[in-house]
């Protein structure tokens, strides 16, 4: 069997509703965060099926599976240091929990 571009958009589809479902459904701030790297993962995975089925002269998937995954990298140091933060006032990383506009 080969492998053509709609095996490729129907495993990022499939990645992408499951970390849907993950940001949706989880309380626990940094299980969010893992879901949202996932739907970045799936993105990648697009890019580069794109890429690969475009041709192999056209870097341009590969190009902006790296700009996503140093976005990725950022959002996530950003995002760890803020739960870090949020855990040392509050106690908690339950996102019912915190409340921002009131101290």
Do not use: C, D, K
């Not at 499939?14 to 949202?36: E, K, P, W």
């Not at 990725?72 to 949020?86: F, R």
């Not at 855990?87 to 019912?96: D, I, W």
């Amino acid at each position: 069997m080969e492998l053509r571009l709609e095996h490729v958009l129907v495993l990022s589809a499939l990645l992408f509703a499951i970390g849907v479902y993950g940001a949706l459904s989880r309380r626990n701030a940094v299980a969010i965060l893992l879901a949202i790297e996932v739907m970045f993962n799936a993105v990648n995975v697009a890019f580069v099926g794109f890429a690969r089925f475009v041709g192999p002269e056209h870097l341009a998937g590969q190009v902006f599976a790296i700009f996503v995954i140093t976005v990725a990298a950022a959002e996530a140091a950003l995002a760890l240091a803020i739960v870090m933060m949020l855990y040392r006032q509050r106690r908690s990383v339950n996102v019912e929990e915190i409340n921002l506009l009131r101290w």
